[in-house]
């Protein structure tokens, strides 16, 4: 009996091993992966309104350094949240146990980052420090939480160059609580299913890596997934019900917003004061925006009804900092003071284009800004910046689905798209060429649209911080010397002014008693995309620029051309580029540039027409004139 028991245990410890052992990944999970997802289950059921049970089992084998954040062994929580079981167990390439962690292992913080006052929400996570590659993670845990409004959203793939050997989820709903699901992008992947009205229930096995491509779509574009909204659901102690925006933004006026408004009277009074006499209400919103921008500051508070509730615009007021809610409704509060309504505004704030989805309502976003409708057209507020200027949509939140919230529901509508040509920057400047291949210059960098998101904070940096922009931005420039530093913020037209004088030693090279001059000085675009085989993704160039340039160049005394460059024009779908250099005397010379770069969507099989695009861009902007020596 006893052998028998042995030998038992020795075929179960063989079955753990062979299941982990990296030897029994399917063959084509190891294309192009940094790491293979073996396991991904997660079971959820909600039993009330208020209850919600989460069962998850990950297991992931990290294949090299780049796959150490696909692991994935960390649980968020709020303050009624029950965390009930918590535990990791690391594998050796072979399949054998290295280390195991229980939940008193796990280090246990504040979920969120600097500049954030006090919040409710915490993480827990594995900080494991790999000693050799590959090594496999297996995670568990299990939670119950109150808050059914954040239902999970389930990915069948993790990201870019990661494989999912099996994949299962499970969601179940009391009968009493209706639910909707949205499955977005299953087209192509084997997902199988089995659905009735109150639980749904997926599975899929073995999808290989997508490989990260220059100019990919974002992943979360195409990625399959399942998303769950409940028509009736639970925040932190208050009920809602809602199965489509309007409700949902109704449900957030009537809960999270409403009566949260009031100001002391001597504040009311201060800032009709401060717009008495203007009759524009573009401009009384700019003087308030200016106020509040002038008068607070950010920091992150992540209290109320799971961090969605804005702190009270009193508070606000005489504390004079907020996060982006509190800030948000505080200038909202200003603003009807005198006499202008606004709504509170729901986005995903990302650098990469993120929409709410527009075809299924749930809680979404990570952001509020102020929506100020002014004759018509949309006016918007960044109320947790003290420098954007009014009405200016960086790529933060430009061309996006938002939710605005208004007393009679929600509205889903679309910020305002910065164009290709609305993103540009004109360059003005002149260099002197001098024998000894040094060059000394100046440059006028004017900046709008995106380009001012690029540039507009440079004026409250350190004079280091400016510094070592300028050496990145100008990189092809050995020994860049920075003489002097001006800027001019013009937030009325939305336009970034700076000024440079720029010394350069050993500028030139030099061959046979010849110098040998780069021609453009001050903006050199050398960006080419590297070369992809059997591409598979279209191509997605988010944000178009233009960029126009005109130098004057004085060669040093005693020397001329040898022969100027013919001027060159290129037109294609992706875009246009011109450049032309001219005499405009004895010893002076006219550099004239213009790029412009189209957004936009293209098929896969434009992207080497493009790439070629690019390479003559990058050869023609680092072209070279000879100078020779006049006898």
């Not at 957030?252 to 009074?269: A, G, P, S």
């Amino acid at each position: 009996m006893r052998f028998f028991a042995l030998t038992l245990f020795f075929l179960f410890l063989n079955f753990v091993h062979a299941q982990y052992n990296v030897n029994s990944i399917p063959e084509n999970l190891l294309d192009g992966a940094d790491a293979v997802v073996r396991l991904d289950k997660m079971e959820v059921v909600v039993s009330a309104q208020d209850k919600m049970e989460i069962r998850y089992h990950r297991v992931v084998t990290v294949l090299n350094q780049d796959g150490d954040d696909d692991v994935g062994a960390y649980a968020y929580y709020e303050k009624n949240d029950k965390i009930s079981n918590l535990e990791a167990t690391v594998y050796n390439a072979n399949g054998n146990e290295i280390k195991k962690f229980k939940k008193k292992d796990f280090v246990d913080q504040s979920a969120i980052g600097g500049g954030t006052l006090y919040s409710d929400s915490r993480a827990m996570f594995l900080r494991y420090t790999p000693t050799q590659y590959p090594y496999t993670v297996e995670f568990v845990k299990e939670y119950t939480t109150p808050n059914t409004a954040f239902a999970p959203v389930w990915n069948f793939l993790d990201d870019y160059n990661v494989s999912t050997e099996l994949s299962e989820f499970s969601f179940q709903a009391d009968e009493s609580i209706p639910f909707r699901h949205h499955e977005q992008s299953f087209e192509g992947y084997e997902i199988s299913s089995s659905n009735t009205p109150n639980r749904l229930q997926y599975q899929a096995k073995n999808i290989k890596a997508i490989q990260s491509e220059p100019l990919s779509p974002s992943f979360r574009d195409f990625a399959p997934q399942v998303k769950i909204g409940l028509n009736k659901f639970h925040l932190e102690g208050v009920n809602g019900t809602a199965s489509n925006w309007k409700e949902l933004g109704q449900w957030i006026y009537d809960q999270l917003i409403v009566d949260r408004d009031e100001l002391d009277k001597n504040t009311i009074l201060k800032v009709q004061n401060l717009v008495k006499g203007i009759d524009d209400d573009f401009e009384k919103t700019r003087l308030i925006y200016e106020y509040v921008q002038a008068n607070t500051r950010y920091i992150s508070v992540q209290l109320g009804i799971g961090g969605w509730m804005p702190i009270s615009a009193e508070e606000v007021d005489r504390v004079k900092y907020g996060d982006c809610k509190g800030l948000t409704n505080y200038t909202k509060a200003l603003l009807s003071a005198v006499g202008i309504e606004s709504y509170y505004t729901v986005v995903y704030g990302d650098d990469h284009i993120r929409s709410l989805d527009s075809d299924f309502a749930s809680m979404q976003g990570n952001h509020v800004f102020l929506n100020v409708p002014i004759n018509g057209e949309d006016v918007w507020l960044e109320c947790t910046s003290q420098t954007v200027p009014i009405n200016h949509l960086g790529t933060f939140t430009d061309n996006r689905h938002v939710l605005k919230i208004t007393p009679q529901g929600g509205e889903l509508v679309k910020t305002k798209a910065n164009l290709d040509e609305g993103n540009y920057q004109k360059t003005t400047g002149e260099y002197t060429v001098f024998p000894d291949r040094s060059i000394s210059g100046k440059a006028t960098i004017a900046s709008k649209g995106t380009q001012y998101d690029q540039k507009y904070w440079l004026k409250d940096k350190s004079t280091k911080e400016q510094e070592d922009f300028y050496k990145r931005y100008w990189g092809y420039i050995n020994n860049l010397s920075l003489e002097k530093l001006s800027f001019e913020n013009n937030k009325k037209e939305v336009e970034f002014i700076e000024s440079v004088d720029i010394k350069a030693a050993n500028y030139l090279s030099s061959a046979n008693e010849q110098l040998i001059l780069p021609l453009n000085v001050f903006n050199r675009n050398l960006s080419v995309p590297s070369k992809v085989r059997n591409r598979h993704k279209d191509m997605v160039i988010s944000r178009g620029y233009l960029d126009e340039d005109e130098y004057t160049i004085h060669l040093p005394e005693g020397f001329a051309s040898e022969e100027l460059p013919k001027p060159r024009k290129i037109q294609n779908k992706f875009g246009n580029y011109e450049v032309t250099l001219e005499e405009v005397n004895k010893g002076t010379l006219r550099y004239k540039r213009k790029l412009l770069i189209k957004s936009g969507k293209y098929p896969k099989e434009d992207y080497e027409a493009y790439r070629e695009f690019r390479k003559k861009v990058a050869r023609s902007d680092n072209a070279k004139i000879i100078l020779n020596q006049q006898l």
